[in-house]
């Protein structure tokens, strides 16, 4: 069974601060990485991806991938109320469908 | 932005039943997907659809499942006898040239009663 785990949280930071969100995935043939942020009873809002080793930064957002170690993480630097959501990692199978596998999210919450 | 449309926003129906979840993917978008997610669960893959084909579907993708795109716009996903069980929040998602990138439409919320 392919799994994506994430820490549920909720991980609680100050305005201003950095969040670290993590992932973990099982299947070493996963080519694609993602990070999706879903509001309360909305659809997931893709926000980064990443196939390459290293670091990769957009804006306030930066998503680290380590193959190796079959970890991903996302960095929210200058974290604002707003981006207080539920944050998906979803990892690609190796089926090359396009098929993502998605993590059960990590809470953030941002506090003024 | 071009945005994926899903209809209808809510559906109730009685378990037995069968629904149709209508999806309008982003305009000359290729790999079309349906994805559903159960209350305080995980986003679950259903099937993935490219070329009038079912590329790859998921266990809970069984016989009462069935895709089409009917006039080469909309993206359909029917449930032919709804149980209480599909209860979800079902999302269409389309990727343009590759597959790489989903964007994932607003949801039916499907209720079954």
């Known amino acids: 069974q392919k799994e994506v785990e994430q820490n549920s949280g909720p991980l609680s930071v100050p305005e201003g601060a950095i969040a670290s969100l993590n992932c973990t995935y099982s299947?070493?043939?996963?080519?694609?990485f993602f990070w999706y942020r879903q509001y309360s009873g909305k659809s997931p809002e893709l926000i980064m991806f990443?196939?390459?080793?290293g670091d990769k930064e957009d804006g306030r957002f930066t998503a680290q991938l380590n193959k190796a170690s079959q970890y991903v993480s996302l960095l929210i630097r200058d974290s604002q109320p707003s981006d207080s959501a539920t944050y998906l990692c979803a990892v690609s199978g190796s089926s090359n469908t396009g098929k993502l596998i998605f993590g059960q999210g990590t809470t953030l919450q941002v506090k003024p | 932005e071009p945005e994926v449309t899903q209809t209808p926003s809510h559906q109730v129906t009685q378990m037995g039943q069968e629904v149709i979840l209508r999806c309008v993917p982003i305009s000359n978008h290729l790999y079309f997907y349906w994805y559903r997610q159960i209350l305080g669960q995980k986003v679950e893959f259903l099937v993935s659809?490219?070329?009038?084909?079912?590329?790859?579907k998921s266990e809970i993708f069984d016989d009462q499942f069935s895709v089409e795109r009917p006039d080469g716009s909309n993206f359909t996903l029917k449930i032919r006898s709804t149980k209480l069980e599909d209860s979800a929040m079902y999302f269409c998602a389309t990727g343009g040239r590759t597959n790489e990138k989903l964007f994932f439409g607003s949801g039916t919320q499907l209720s079954v009663l």
């Open positions: 659809f490219y070329n009038n084909e079912i590329s790859e």
């Open positions: 299947d070493r043939g996963s080519q694609s």
């Open positions: 990443i196939y390459s080793n």
